[in-house]
């Protein structure tokens, strides 16, 4: 294989058929304003942490939507659950009781 | 045999002894799962002058029932009649039975319950008739207080509780017994009065009423009816909620010799669960109660639950954390304390997560004050562009520590119990300004204001900006002069009931614009809705008692509503068409320059 410097990127594609959404109905049951999201990123760029690190909470939101949970768990302990994203949103979220009801529908086994 | 004794007194004398066995047996568990530092404070200031502010304080509170009456007189005086109507009637009867001559010489205890049975004829000692006098007047006034409780369980309104608290089964039987006890011994009193002519001029009068045959039929029935409800009633204390009868005076000792709530639960929590008298003053107030109608969440149904070990995430999650049922809590529990345990999150409170604050390098500050804006600053830059602007005037050098990037100050996560995710802020942010070296702290914001008192162990003052600017303006380093407008002051919760901060927003807003009041406003002020307190209720809900908020500051019709919090000035600008501002900009809006 001759080394170009660059790659062909891994597929990105989702076969949605093949997830398993529990979870996230479980937390639509728990936090209901979740369906409300556009996914418009004012939560992102107003996030204190996303100041610090690579946090992204819109790109967690469409993870978790697409029930790709690996890792979420661990990036989700960097919010410092704050509460400004909650306040910028303007589909009027429930963003901290979303994330903490991620960080505990994730973490129960 | 003793001579004084007859079997029916054996259902007050057991109870009586099952009450303290179990009250003794409930105070020695609690007290062994004190913690060590809450047992050091109790050692260093068991023998000082606290002991006795703790004997009176228990006298104010647990007899008089004076913090009640401040709120509501007719409630005060139901309280005060059963308690301090009782408790002297036990003093008093005491005093009566001692005094009276026997004939073994013997004095049990019983004796003084069921005088009236055991000394049939005129006793004759030095002021036997005053006390007996005595005796009846107090047995009017527990009678009014138990006939206004009626009244108050037919008809709450009648004594200004719009709610009154909706109580377990077990509750109301134990209620029930209590009721009971002083009808039954103003019947007692009075059936021996009619037959040996022993009473007083009450329980006489009552007494004539009835025929002699009954009244020789009845007597023995009714003293056993009246030995058994003292007895029911004792036994039920210990497991109801009139446990609060002993263990409010005990919690008003630990509390007076420095005992606080922990972040975890201790036994001195225990103490306070039990201490709740479950009144439902905490009922009315609440806003989740007044603007939602949520009605099973508020602090007394939250205690109880808790204390029967009934407790669900729903209940202790769904709470502003407003505290204006703190402030309007007789006992004085420290209710958002207990909350807050009760939402402690133990295996999603992992450590160790904030290791990309790593990075954030200290900044030599030696010879400034520092000024944290708080996250929620950073939604209203305007605040802090006034401080900005007010520190240059004032000629004071200052380091805005996070005006770039702001590192939480751990209160949002401590609120919502996750412990040592919070610590682990907190260390970080410690260790930024102990390097700093500033000399004092500045902060915008209530939430994080709070936190740096109550939490954070700094070494340094902290205060808030209402605070520094009052100081600027007294010490004349800022000048300001008074606009025409008409200005409302909002208390922010965390602010006010938080930390006590009540004075010095308004002097500075007396200097700078026309204060006019709120309708409920200091200690009864309302939460603005837009907290970090409760995460279950949706944003239309927190709307509402937002717009509730605004509604109680509309009261004088004022130009401008004003407030020291962000969170406060972000909720109430959407729902109002008054300009919304911090006292910091309506100060530097007001700035004279040198």
């Known amino acids: 294989m001759i080394n170009f410097g660059y790659s062909i990127s891994t597929t990105r594609v989702v076969n949605l058929d093949n997830c398993d959404f529990d979870k996230l109905h479980q937390l639509e049951a728990l936090v209901p304003s979740f369906k409300r999201c556009m996914n418009c990123g004012a939560c992102t760029a107003t996030c204190s942490a996303q100041q610090f690190t690579s946090f992204n909470i819109r790109k967690i939101k469409s993870l978790y939507q697409q029930a790709q949970y690996d890792k979420l768990s661990k990036e989700l302990e960097k919010c410092m659950l704050c509460g400004k994203c909650t306040l910028v949103c303007p589909r009027g979220l429930n963003l901290r009781p979303i994330i903490m009801n991620m960080r505990k529908i994730l973490n129960t086994k | 045999m003793p001579y004084y004794f007859h079997p029916f007194v054996l259902p007050f004398v057991l109870g009586t002894i099952f009450l303290f066995g179990i009250c003794i047996w409930k105070y020695v568990r609690w007290f062994k799962q004190f913690d060590r530092l809450q047992r050091a404070v109790i050692r260093k200031n068991i023998i000082s002058w606290k002991f006795i502010g703790a004997i009176w304080e228990s006298f104010r509170e647990g007899i008089l029932h004076i913090r009640i009456s401040r709120k509501n007189l007719i409630l005060g005086y139901m309280h005060r009649s059963i308690a301090f109507g009782w408790f002297l009637l036990i003093v008093v009867g005491f005093i009566e039975s001692h005094l009276t001559p026997t004939v073994d010489g013997s004095h049990p205890f019983w004796m003084a319950i069921f005088y009236r049975y055991f000394f049939p004829s005129h006793t004759d000692f030095p002021g036997s008739f005053v006390l007996t006098t005595i005796m009846d007047c107090l047995l009017i006034y527990v009678l009014s207080g138990i006939l206004l409780a009626v009244i108050k369980k037919i008809y709450s309104r009648a004594l200004g509780m719009k709610k009154a608290t909706k109580h377990v089964v077990f509750d109301r039987f134990a209620k029930t017994a209590l009721w009971c ?146 402030s309007d809590c007789p006992v004085n529990i420290d209710l958002m304390a207990i909350r807050q345990q009760e939402r402690n999150k133990y ?103 709070q936190t740096f008192k109550k939490d954070y162990k700094l070494n340094i003052p902290v205060i808030h900006h209402t605070e520094y600017i009052n100081k600027l303006i007294q010490a004349g380093r800022i000048k300001v002069r008074m606009d025409d407008l008409r200005t409302v002051y909002h208390d922010p919760c965390e602010l006010g009931r938080g930390c006590g901060i009540y004075k010095e927003p308004r002097q500075v807003l007396q200097a700078t614009t026309h204060l006019v009041k709120a309708k409920q406003e200091g200690e009864n002020s309302l939460c603005c809705g837009i907290n970090l307190g409760d995460t279950l209720i949706d944003i239309d809900q927190q709307k509402k008692i937002r717009d509730a908020a605004v509604d109680n500051l509309m009261y004088k019709h004022p130009d401008m509503i004003a407030t020291a919090c962000p969170m406060c000035k972000k909720a109430f600008v959407h729902s109002t068409t008054l300009p919304v501002k911090d006292i910091a900009e309506i100060v530097r809006e007001n700035l004279i320059s040198k």
């Open chain 2, 181 to 326: 006890i002083f009808p039954f011994r103003l019947l007692s009193e009075a059936l021996s009065a009619n037959i040996y002519h022993n009473g007083g001029f009450f329980t006489q009068f009552v007494g004539d009423l009835f025929p002699l045959d009954f009244a020789l039929t009845f007597e023995m029935t009714s003293w056993t009816l009246y030995s058994i409800a003292l007895g029911t009633f004792f036994v039920a204390l210990p497991f109801s909620r009139y446990m609060h009868i002993f263990t409010e005076i005990v919690l008003i000792f630990f509390r007076e010799w420095g005992v606080r709530d922990k972040h975890e639960r201790t036994g001195y929590t225990m103490y306070e669960l039990s201490a709740c008298s479950r009144c439902g003053m905490c009922i009315d107030n609440c806003p989740l109660n007044k603007e939602l109608d949520i009605n099973n969440v508020q602090s007394v149904y939250f205690l109880r639950d808790l204390r029967y070990k009934k407790n669900r995430p729903e209940i202790s999650d769904n709470c502003l954390m407003c505290a204006r049922c703190a």
């Open chain 2, 347 to 449: 295996e999603q409170d992992t450590v160790g997560n904030y290791h990309y604050l790593d990075n954030v390098q200290p900044f030599n500050a030696i010879g400034r004050i520092g000024y944290f804006g708080g996250c929620m600053s950073h939604l209203t830059p305007t605040i802090s562009e006034s401080m900005k602007a007010i520190f240059e005037a004032a000629g004071q050098r200052y380091w805005f520590m996070d005006e770039d990037r702001s590192i939480c100050c751990g209160r949002p996560l401590l609120q919502q119990g996750y412990n040592n995710q919070a610590a682990d802020l907190r260390r970080k942010v410690t260790e930024l300004i102990k390097k700093s070296k500033i000399t004092m702290l500045v902060t915008s914001c209530p939430i994080c204001y």
